[in-house]
Nanobody, 124 residues
Framework: QVQLVESGGGLVQAGGSLRLSCAASGRTFSRYAMAWFRQAPEKERGFVAG????????YYADSVKGRFTISRDNAKNTVYLQMNSLKPEDTAVYYC?????????????????WGQGTQVTVSS
């Protein structure tokens, strides 16, 4: 069993930055690929970024490529999402997810565990 707790969300002006963190419980964090998804009001949950279990491979949605960076610290059981040059369309609830596999997937159905979400609001 893995429990995920996100933090770091908040209100920021367009062009600003935020860093999200996701702390995981358990001693097998390094065996899980991790990802961030987001869901805006009245929209489906969508893939934002993913990172392999080892941290060596990362994936990004086209809409955030070049602005967001996913990373992980397996010693701290934590995955991060650094978000720069934020835009109002980035406003959403951001969810951390874990999949017991080596490589991350863009498909939310392949994730075994989810956090409760953290709200990110970008004002124009």
């Amino acid at each position: 069993q893995v429990q995920l707790v996100e933090s770091g969300g908040g209100l920021v002006q367009a062009g600003g930055s935020l860093r999200l963190s996701c702390a995981a419980s358990g001693r097998t964090f390094s065996r899980y690929a991790m990802a961030w998804f987001r869901q805006a009001p009245e929209k489906e949950r969508g893939f934002v970024a993913g990172i392999s279990a080892s941290g060596g491979v990362t994936y990004y949605a086209d809409s955030v490529k070049g602005r967001f960076t996913i990373s992980r610290d397996n010693a701290k059981n934590t995955v991060y999402l650094q978000m720069n040059s934020l835009k109002p369309e980035d406003t959403a609830v951001y969810y951390c997810a874990a999949s017991y596999t080596a490589y991350a997937s863009r498909n939310s159905n392949e994730y075994d565990y989810w956090g409760q979400g953290t709200q990110v609001t970008v004002s124009s």
